[in-house]
């Protein structure tokens, strides 16, 4: 395994813009992978954004914020894996570190001030990805394959998944999911503990669902056939012919299934 550090190889930096404040710099790393190979990211403070790359290549850009001097202490490290890449946002004046492993907080100081970084991730079709943030939203467009999204606070995003399994799971935030096409029997897990869940899957899906809320309602658009256990705060069915899991749960907050009308 070799370290990339602070986007070292391949690394372009961009122009300073003029509104500093809120966009101080890029740095660009870019590389090919293998088909069915990941990319795993991590952000502490700030939002992850992944999007369909058109150049075969995944083109990893952070985006530091923030005027503050602790801005410049923030970098995006990259790590070659077993399974393909891990970048990571890490402070410079900290003894945090980014390996195949992922993100490591060695230090005392968590005081970010008002600086953070966002990541914004070129991915392509036959590359997966894992993404969390501790304190940012995720969102993810087009992806493919396994896809995993975490945020302990913000919203997860996902939209046009051509999917074999997802797990999204958030702490404080909503999750919204649109998924055109489902391969394989892989399972479908949504989690929020202070968010809804507000999925739009693909018609005619064959799924065994398990669906639950402590505060919030339960709503479907997909005929079910009931089994288990079933009450206003939980039900266990089928869709369809069964098969595949799908998991759906929130504390506080609705859970709304709706049929993909793409």
Not at 52 to 79: F, K
């Amino acid at each position: 395994m070799r370290n990339v550090s602070a986007l070292a190889v391949a690394l372009m930096c961009a122009p300073q813009i003029a509104s500093a404040q809120n966009r101080d710099s890029d740095s660009h790393f870019e590389r090919r992978l293998a088909a069915g190979q990941r990319v795993h990211a991590r952000n502490i403070n700030g939002d992850i954004v992944v999007t369909p790359s058109s150049s075969g290549r995944v083109e990893i850009v952070g985006v530091r914020r923030g005027s503050s001097r602790s801005a410049d202490q923030l970098n995006a490290q990259v790590t070659e894996t077993s399974d393909g890449l891990m970048v990571c946002v890490v402070r410079e004046d900290s003894d945090d570190e980014c390996d195949g492993n992922g993100y490591h907080h060695r230090g005392e100081d968590d005081d970010w001030g008002r600086a953070s970084m966002n990541l914004e991730i070129k991915l392509p079709s036959n590359i997966e990805i894992d993404a969390s943030s501790v304190s940012g939203n995720v969102e993810v467009v087009g992806a493919q394959g396994k896809v995993r999204a975490g945020s302990v606070s913000g919203d997860i995003r996902l939209e046009r998944l051509r999917a074999a399994s997802v797990e999204a799971r958030s702490v404080s935030g909503e999750i919204s999911a649109s998924i055109e096409s489902l391969t394989g029997s892989g399972t479908l897990s949504f989690k929020s503990v202070s968010g809804g869940v507000k999925l739009d899957l693909p018609r005619g899906l064959d799924a065994d669902l398990s669906m639950s809320s402590v505060s919030g309602q339960l709503d479907s658009e997909f005929q079910m056939t009931l089994g288990g256990r079933t009450s206003r705060r939980r039900i266990e069915a089928r869709i369809g012919r069964g098969g595949r899991d799908l998991d759906v749960t929130t504390v506080s907050g609705d859970v709304r299934l709706r049929v993909n009308k793409d």
